[in-house]
């Protein structure tokens, strides 16, 4: 192999190696955006879990002041 075809070579390699550091940062990135939005989404359920369970008192206590009418 001549010098040229290894510098080639050797310069293709730095390529690909400085292209898959790049690749693995945005996977951390990823990653960590992911993470975020799992975060949020579970922080959502639990605020729509809340906000049904306030909802069924609600309508619980609506139905009994109802019921109450009715009995007057």
Known sequence: MSAAILDQL???????????????????????????ANQANQNL????EQLK??????????RSLLGQIDNV
Do not use: S
């Open 10 to 36: 050797e310069g293709k390699i730095k390529q690909a190696v400085e292209t898959i550091q790049l690749l693995q940062l945005e996977v951390e990135d990823l990653k960590a955006q992911n993470e975020q």
């Open 45 to 48: 359920r639990q605020e729509y």
């Open 53 to 62: 369970a306030e909802q069924q008192n609600f309508q619980e206590r609506l």
